[in-house]
């Protein structure tokens, strides 16, 4: 049967790429940017050791001296997407895409406790007027890790008392932008936020503490449900879930006990108890997936050495299939791949990673799964949090030091000549 007759993904398939405020707009001012701030010299200093975190960068060669840099950490003017939003919405558009993610920056609208910014919430309407007029579905994330520096400063997500406030600029989504929208995300990676800033200390506000650690989690839930309640509350319809990190975890020897013992508890640990947790309050499953990790011995990590990214992060794109098939049977909900990409800025491996991706979402699709969309991360290459700029996710190159131009890869010719076939 030739290809573009075996139909597999539905019509409406949701065709689209992520992003994040903090990491494109430019000109932010949250709890981030002041920690990159006080952090640059010293990520610059020991970028060798921070490279790929836990594992070493391939192109360690390529990108040391950019890694070196202290400016490397700073988001800074970003890539002046706030600016240049419609822009690269033409660019989204003339990659076929169909869906769009991404954030309303809570720092902007609510800049002060209690003081609204108009001119930030008429910012996003029309961010959000500009994907409609494209036939783009815009996909808006409440809360990508960032928060309002005042926030921040009464202890954030740490206590519970703070909640309150999260729920009051829920409140103002819910009113101001849910109109236009059938899709909203509350929250990105709770998990990989509570781990990353309250247990292994290395994103602010940078605790080492697992109870903290674990105020955090539970509080996200709380917020979670808060936000999902108010949401429906104001938009009976409106769909809503979690971008949660979901990985594919599985025993090096399945033979093994302590490997395989590694192994439930991780999956539990990692990627059930949240969702398990709000199970009612969410009406599909978002997974940002890139990573399958390989357990051996006792709680040990032990990926194969290659294929790696940039950031020295295994690659198993079609370690998406299983994962889809157990968040599948766990909850029986549509699931949105709302994250998934590669660092590589060769575009040497994303062609293949979309590829392999698009694979495991048909068999998933075949075996009965069902997938309402998937979202590349990332549109344009963007800050990389502790990692800087050096990582390049973009299916569009950004070149930071003339003008900020924007050049399509290879890779996402490709990826939009797919969506054309699939569509
Ligand atoms: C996050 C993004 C990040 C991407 C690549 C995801 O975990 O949501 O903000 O840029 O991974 O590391």
């Known amino acids: ?24 707009e430019g000109g932010n001012h949250d709890q981030w940017t002041i920690w990159e701030k006080a952090n640059a010299e010293r990520l610059a200093k020991d970028a060798e050791k921070l490279q ?17 840099d202290p400016q490397n950490y700073i988001s800074g003017k970003g890539i002046d997407h706030y600016n240049r939003y419609k822009q690269d919405f033409d660019l989204a558009k003339q990659l ?58 009464k202890g954030g997500f740490k206590h519970r008392r703070n909640l309150k406030y999260f729920k009051n600029f829920v409140h103002l989504v819910a009113t101001e932008f849910t109109d236009d929208l059938e899709y909203v995300i509350t929250l990105n990676e709770p998990n990989v936020y509570a781990t990353f800033s309250y247990q292994l200390g290395m994103w602010p506000p940078q605790e080492k503490n697992v109870i903290s650690m674990l105020k955090v989690y539970l509080n996200l839930v709380k917020a979670h449900k ?75 990590r032990d990926d194969p050495t290659v294929p790696r990214s940039d950031l020295g992060w295994y690659m198993e794109p079609e370690g998406l299939y299983p994962i889809l098939l157990r968040a599948w049977a766990h909850y029986k909900k549509p699931i949105i791949v709302t994250e998934n990409g590669v660092a590589d800025f060769k575009d040497e491996y994303r062609r293949w990673w979309i590829e392999e991706t698009i694979v495991a979402m048909e068999r998933a699709v075949s075996e009965g799964v069902n997938i309402r969309g998937y979202f590349h991360w990332s549109l344009l290459d963007n800050f990389e949090w502790a990692q800087g700029w050096w990582p390049r996710f973009g299916l569009v190159e950004v070149d930071r030091q003339r003008g900020m131009r924007r050049t399509v890869r290879k890779s996402a010719e490709w990826y939009a000549e797919r969506i054309k076939k699939l569509s």
């Open 226 to 300: 808060t936000a999902y309640y108010l949401l429906k509350q104001q938009k009976p319809n409106l769909q809503i879930g979690v971008a949660t990190q979901l990985a594919n975890i599985q025993a090096k020897d399945p033979h093994d006990y302590s490997d395989e013992f590694s192994t439930r508890i991780m999956r539990f640990g990692w990627n059930w108890w949240f969702l398990n947790r709000i199970k009612h309050e969410q009406d599909f499953v978002g997974m940002n997936y890139y990573f399958t990790d390989y357990y051996n011995g006792w709680f040990k």
């Open 1 to 24: 049967m030739p290809e573009d007759e075996n139909k597999q993904f539905p019509k409406n398939f949701l065709w689209g790429a992520s992003t994040s405020g903090h990491q494109v």
């Open 52 to 68: 790929g975190w836990r594992w070493n960068s391939p192109v360690w060669e390529d990108i040391k001296k950019e890694a070196k």
């Open 96 to 153: 076929n895409l169909n869906a769009f993610r991404f954030t309303v920056e809570w720092s902007r609208i609510e800049p002060e406790q209690g003081k609204i910014d108009q001119e930030a919430i008429d910012h996003y309407k029309d961010y959000i007027k500009e994907l409609k007029k494209r036939d783009m579905e815009p996909i808006l994330n409440i809360w990508h890790w960032t928060v309002p520096v005042w926030f921040e400063q």
